[in-house]
């Protein structure tokens, strides 16, 4: 460190000042890795809305702020877009994606999963909540499934795990349901019907063979064919 002068005043300055060579130290972020694009990827369970982050092959986070500044922009369409084929109208964009490869006009934006979601929450406090449409009826918001399922499968992209899931919860529901009563549960079986349900099992035989390398001999079981 070297006394540095003020070259207005010509006093010193109070503290030392450090002279040196300056260095520049590279940074591993290249392109190559930081690159990251996707068309349809995971989604979130919950807010169906694309996972974060390049490591799950996620979507680019567009957040409030960014909302914001695309409200004030007044560029509204760009923001419908934002909102609801590029990130939760489920139907919406799997329809926008077959439009692309057909080379059709893009339908008009549904409505988004976070809006049901929504729905769900307060619906959940107790609060009864409707959709009403400009007639004054109640609209259901429900998704087609089918449907969407159809044009999903079309164009290769897999949307099934999510209801997949949905069908094996219901399918343990059912299971755990208490649809039996007591005294059917403490019915024995008849020995007519324990034989039927046994019959025509294959028969099981038991045989040995010899290494020759010192060990045991190995004893293996295998089923007999009533061909042989």
């Given at each position: 460190?070297?006394?540095?002068?003020?070259?207005?005043?010509?006093?010193?300055?109070?503290?030392?000042?450090?002279?040196?060579?300056?260095?520049?130290?590279?940074?591993?972020?290249?392109?190559?890795?930081?690159?990251?694009?996707?068309?349809?990827?995971?989604?979130?369970?919950?807010?169906?809305?694309?996972?974060?982050?390049?490591?799950?092959?996620?979507?680019?986070?567009?957040?409030?702020?960014?909302?914001?500044?695309?409200?004030?922009y007044g560029a509204a369409y760009t923001l419908q877009e934002m909102?609801?084929?590029?990130?939760?109208?489920?139907?919406?964009?799997?329809?926008?994606?077959?439009?692309?490869?057909?080379?059709?006009?893009?339908?008009?934006?549904?409505?988004?999963?976070?809006?049901?979601?929504?729905?769900?929450?307060?619906?959940?406090?107790?609060?009864?909540?409707?959709?009403?449409?400009?007639?004054?009826?109640?609209?259901?918001?429900?998704e087609e499934q089918d449907e969407l399922l159809r044009v999903a499968e079309e164009l290769g992209i897999d949307l099934a795990d999510r209801y997949r899931a949905e069908e094996r919860a219901a399918a343990a529901a059912s299971v755990l349901a208490p649809s039996h009563t007591g005294a059917e549960l403490d019915e024995e079986p008849d020995d007519d019907e324990e034989a039927d349900e046994f019959e025509g099992a294959p028969e099981i035989e038991t045989f040995e063979i010899d290494t020759g390398r010192g060990y045991d001999d190995v004893e293996f079981s295998r089923f007999v064919d009533d061909a042989e």
């Open positions: 460190k070297v006394k540095l002068y003020n070259g207005r005043t010509g006093e010193p300055y109070d503290q030392s000042i450090t002279v040196g060579y300056m260095y520049m130290l590279k940074l591993h972020h290249l392109v190559d890795d930081k690159i990251h694009a996707r068309s349809t990827g995971p989604y979130s369970l919950v807010t169906q809305q694309p996972l974060g982050g390049k490591a799950q092959f996620g979507g680019q986070r567009f957040g409030e702020m960014e909302v914001w500044a695309l409200e004030a909102l609801t084929i590029k990130s939760d109208d489920t139907q919406g964009r799997v329809k926008a994606y077959e439009a692309i490869v057909k080379g059709e006009n893009i339908a008009r934006p549904g409505v988004p999963e976070s809006f049901k979601v929504l729905l769900k929450e307060m619906q959940s406090l107790a609060l009864d909540i409707q959709v009403m449409s400009e007639e004054g009826g109640a609209l259901e918001v429900d």
